[in-house]
């Protein structure tokens, strides 16, 4: 029987495997480039005899690892943990190897065969699925020191007597750069492969925009060597990803809100009849409590930066009855929502705004067809835990106590959704209402959240080592300066970086007086609205910074005079609000989004920066910021810090009593996210609490996939079940 035939057999036969077909692949090309003397040859026959040696030792690994993987799914219907995920990896290299020698043994003989091209790639190959069994063989180590669940299951979290230290030192060994260079993306769906190479360019070609090591040509020519050299792309990326510090990740994540690709989203998604940005002043606010007893006083958020506004933005598919921008919005006027959609975003606590998750949330917004306000908090590490909690809890406040005044609902049920960081936030924030006894939210919706925020390893953590988007050094960095913050910075640093107004998200402004709001406030909550109120507030994307006292009605308290020295008032941040958006409009008339923040972020001086081709480069004259090459110190060493044990930091450490009190949660993520044991383990004791909770686990995209709805199918269609979870909790 011929090879081919042979090749063939093995691919139709059930029986047989594609770990089969790659072996007799492998061994065919071995035995062809056996007698070339050659470099390229002789590394070409190399790199396969590397091949099957590995490939003998990962299956049986492989075998073993997928025999305990089923312990620790959420249920028998929904398979998905971070040791299935390494299985699916592996399944995923062999298949990648398959192919390139199945190209090499089909085109050896042509005259058109790259031989230093396909040297390069079977060597790429070889690193990769290396690497990969030295994953399973730490698999193996987390599997000894797993201990048993509230479930009576094997958790994915392990036991608190191993530290995580050991994990790490036995890490140093696996060979990263196979993930980032010729293997970029071999695991996940083909719509986001490409997209994963588009990204991790731009991350090279910026960080030399960033940092100044090097000649400013060198770093040009760098950058374009970046699209052509996979190899030299790779080198970058894990030095990046071990050594850049946390602002530079907040620098990149910024990109994406860049007046270009903002205009993009704009142009692939639904328009909206409201598109408001609301900013609210830090004024004394009560709510009802749900016990029936007195008013509750909800904290003014005052951690790190002090008292400054919130920012928050509304959009409504329909103009409605109390709805701030409906008065110039065209259409038909409909009554208030029974509906309020809490929105949080994601951006690992440091990065990220409401504008930059606009690509799907407004296709949500006409799914659902319900009213949603997204929260635009402060930022890490200029203003680290407990800042964005403080500032949740007062929006959530101040959403209820004017849901019929200014958001068009009457807040019958109060939806949380968030993803990432903004899910974790979002949890917190519903424990903090049973902490206050005012009304919890009616369900929660979380995207691949983060439930544990402290240094424990898991099976699916070690995916960070392997994602080309959250990369392990970035995941621990944001964490880091949540936690810890950055004592660094000096006060005038912080006030540059999220001091007052220095986050505002605006495009247009419209000064709205306290009469407007009054007036707004007036109208009846349902049918009969005089349009001649309404027709007094503008429906331009920003209402400014106003005093709501007259709105709510119950501001009876008087400043002394002291707290009159003290504190702003709501004029006051009228007038400042208004000549910061001067200032700023005539800014970003002249300079990009992405070197404004840069500026923010930059703590080196205060001195303006040059732009090229949208990314910042430090003047000359200016401290430089320089990426360490050199450092003889482990890049782990730095990630070894002490978290505190606080629920409202990690989730999943709340007490049965409260976690059992907290209303039904639909959680999705996927089967490549580092979050991924996260939700397992956090669905898990949640439904052995007895609380109603579904979990969905997508297979084949990175953690953050609804930010890529409009760039692959697969995303989008993940997208759409997100909304019918939405709708279950809606309609529960």
Known sequence: ?????????????????????????????????????????????????????????????????????????????????GYRSFISLVDKSILHCEGICQQIYNLRESVLFRKTNYMREIEACS?????????????????????????????????????????????????????????????????????????????????EAYYTNGSFLGRCTNSVKYV????????????????????????????????????????????????????????????????????????????????????VKLWS???????????????????????????????????????????????????????????????????????????????????????????GTNAKKVILIGDSAGANLNLGLAAKCLQLNIKKPDGIFMAYCPVLVEFVPS??????????????????????????GDTTLDKKDKDNGSGEFSKSDTESFAEVSESDLIAIALSPHGDKADESQLASLPSDSTLNSVSLAEVDNTHGVELTKSEDKSETTSQEYIRKFLDLYKNMSFKRSSTSVVEQTANDFDISDGKETSNFFGFPVPRSGSRIR???????KSPTEEFVFTVPKDPYLSPYRHTDEVLRQLPPCKIITSDLDPCLDDCVMFGRKLRALGNNVTLDVFTGLPHGFLNMTVASKEAADASERCVKRIQELIDM
């Open 1 to 81: 029987m011929s090879f081919e035939n042979e090749v063939n057999q093995a691919s139709e036969n059930p029986q047989n495997s594609h770990w089969d077909t790659l072996c007799q692949l492998a061994n065919a090309n071995k035995e062809f480039f056996s007698p070339h003397q050659d470099e390229c040859g002789l590394r070409i026959c190399t790199a396969h005899i590397v091949v099957l040696d590995i490939v003998k030792e990962l299956r049986p690994l492989c075998e073993e690892i997928a025999a305990i993987a089923p312990q620790y799914d959420f249920d028998e219907n929904t398979p998905g943990n």
């Open 127 to 207: 690193q990769l699925i290396a690497s990969l069994s030295t994953f399973l063989h730490h698999l193996k180590v987390l599997h000894s020191w797993s201990e048993l669940g509230m479930d009576n299951r094997p958790s994915l979290f392990p036991s608190e007597e191993h530290s995580s230290q050991e994990l790490l030192d036995q890490a140093g060994n696996i060979d990263q750069y196979c993930f980032y260079g010729r293997c970029l993306g071999f695991q996940f769906k083909d719509s986001i492969k490409y997209l994963m190479k588009t990204v991790l360019v731009s991350m090279a070609s910026f960080s």
């Open 228 to 311: 052509i050299d996979p190899e030299a792309r790779a080198r970058r990326i894990v030095n990046v990803s071990q050594r850049a510090d946390v602002y530079f990740c907040k620098s990149f994540w910024y990109l994406h809100d860049t007046h270009l690709l903002h205009f993009v989203r704009v142009m692939m998604i639904p328009s909206l009849a409201i598109n408001q940005v609301i900013s609210i002043p830090p004024e004394p606010l009560s709510i009802p409590s749900i016990s029936g007893g007195p008013d509750v006083q909800i904290p003014i958020p005052v951690s790190h930066v002090g008292k400054k506004p919130i920012h």
């Open 317 to 407: 598919s329909k103009r409605r009855i109390g709805m701030v921008g409906s008065a110039r919005a065209g259409g038909e006027l409909y009554g208030p929502s029974d509906v309020l959609v809490f929105h949080c975003h994601g951006g690992g606590f440091v990065a990220d705004s409401p504008k930059s998750h606009e690509t799907y949330l407004a296709s949500w917004v006409v799914a659902l067809d319900v009213p949603i306000i997204s929260i635009d908090y402060s930022l890490s590490p200029e203003a680290p835990y407990p800042r964005a909690l403080e500032e949740l809890v007062y929006t959530y406040a101040w959403a209820l106590k004017h849901a019929n005044s200014l958001l």
């Open 459 to 484: 099976p699916s953590r070690m995916l960070g080592l392997t994602d080309p988007l959250l990369p392990f050094g970035f995941m621990m960095r944001c964490l880091r300066a949540y936690v810890l």
């Open 626 to 632: 320089e990426l360490d090459t050199t450092c003889s």
